[in-house]
């Protein structure tokens, strides 16, 4: 987890920790909000699978009207269920969203104002020496701006899964239908993913 504090300036009262110790530490911040956070994974998958469903359905709609060339009779008939379950998983997508972001935001929030109250009570432990060396300006901002970068990580964190949930979800329905399309596409991924990092 080294990567999550690259650039910002080490201090002489920093503490060294292995990825495992901050791990366990984490989880036990996040314990007491473990049903949150269980049901708001289960939101992401929800929010994953039902965004993936989203260009299958248009997809079934593409192949029906093509299918009959004749498209200003029955129309409706051929596609409008279609435009229902698009319009259905729409809204169910973006009110599992809104669990997700609300549980979340709710969870991380306590998480952020535990770790604040425990920083401050283990700056206040502190003797009057250590702020002879450290002024007390850089130690608060120190704590409001890591415990802030913290709580956007586990934000960012949540909506990167969603994003990788869709893609394998999109991946598999791409393998089913035509399994060459989805070697190519998986041949071109990397190449999309260097130019965009360039």
Request: charged share 15%; glycine share 6%.
């Amino acid at each position: 987890m080294g990567f999550i504090m690259d650039g910002l300036a080490a201090e002489a009262y920093d503490r060294e920790y292995s990825d495992g110790q901050l791990l366990r530490r984490i989880v036990s911040y996040f314990r007491p909000y473990a049903g949150a956070m269980v049901v708001a994974g289960l939101a992401v998958f929800m929010v994953a699978s039902l965004d993936a469903l989203l260009p299958i359905i248009v997809s079934v709609a593409i192949d029906r009207v093509a299918a009959d060339r004749s498209v200003t009779e029955g129309f409706w008939s051929r596609t409008g269920g279609l435009v229902l379950a698009f319009l259905g998983a729409a809204v169910l997508s973006w009110c599992f969203n809104f669990v997700r972001q609300w549980l979340s935001a709710r969870a991380v929030g306590d998480v952020v104002l535990r770790l604040r109250q425990d920083a401050f009570d283990a700056v206040m432990a502190r003797d009057m020496s250590f702020y002879d060396e450290f002024s007390t300006g850089r130690v608060v901002s120190r704590v409001t701006s890591d415990t802030q970068d913290f709580s956007q990580v586990v934000t960012l964190s949540l909506n990167l899964v969603s994003q990788l949930l869709q893609v394998a979800i999109l991946f598999a329905v791409l393998f089913y239908v035509d399994g060459r399309l989805a070697l190519l596409a998986v041949a071109i991924a990397p190449v999309v993913v260097a130019v965009a990092l360039a």
